[in-house]
Nanobody, 130 residues
Framework: QVRLVESGGGLVQPGGSLRLACAAE????????TGWFRQKPGKEREAVSC????????EYVDSVKGRVTISRDYAKKTVNLNIENVKPEDAAIYYC???????????????????????WGQGIQVTVSS
C-alpha cells in the first residue's frame, strides 16, 4: 500500500513544542519534496512549510516564521515539522503531502505548491490547550 502517515500530534500546551513526523509506506520519501499543511476549523487548508529533496526548505505562513523548522531524518525516512512556542492558533489538523513529480523542488508560492501535490496523508489533529 502506498501512503503517507503522519504521527506526533495530540495535545500541546501553549508555549510548548509541537513535533510531527511524516513517513511514507510503499515508496521512498527521500525522492520527493514534502510539504506540511494545516487546516483550521472553517478555514481553507494552508501550506506551512516544504522540504525539497536537496534539504532546501520553504516557509509559507507568516504566523509560524521564526518558530517552525522542517527537516529530513534520513535514518528514519521521515520529514519532520517542529513548531516552537506553540500558540492557540496553531491548533489544526496537520497534513503532509508529496510534490509531484519525483525530485521536483518546492515552489516558492503557496498557490503553486497546492497545484503540484500528488499524495496527501490522512491528517493528524493538534490541539493547543493548557
Amino acid at each position: 500500500q502506498v501512503r503517507l502517515v503522519e504521527s506526533g500530534g495530540g495535545l500541546v500546551q501553549p508555549g510548548g513544542s509541537l513535533r510531527l513526523a511524516c513517513a511514507a509506506e510503499g515508496f521512498n520519501l527521500d525522492d520527493y519534496a514534502t510539504g506540511w499543511f494545516r487546516q483550521k476549523p472553517g478555514k481553507e487548508r494552508e501550506a506551512v512549510s516544504c522540504m525539497s529533496t536537496t534539504d532546501f526548505s520553504t516557509e509559507y505562513v507568516d504566523s509560524v516564521k521564526g518558530r517552525v523548522t522542517i527537516s529530513r531524518d534520513y535514518a528514519k525516512k521521515t520529514v519532520n515539522l517542529n513548531i516552537e512556542n506553540v500558540k492557540p492558533e496553531d491548533a489544526a489538523i496537520y497534513y503532509c503531502a508529496t510534490v509531484m513529480p519525483r525530485g521536483r523542488p518546492c515552489p516558492s508560492q503557496e498557490s503553486a505548491l497546492l497545484q503540484v501535490i500528488g499524495r496527501w496523508g490522512q491528517g493528524i489533529q493538534v490541539t493547543v490547550s493548557s
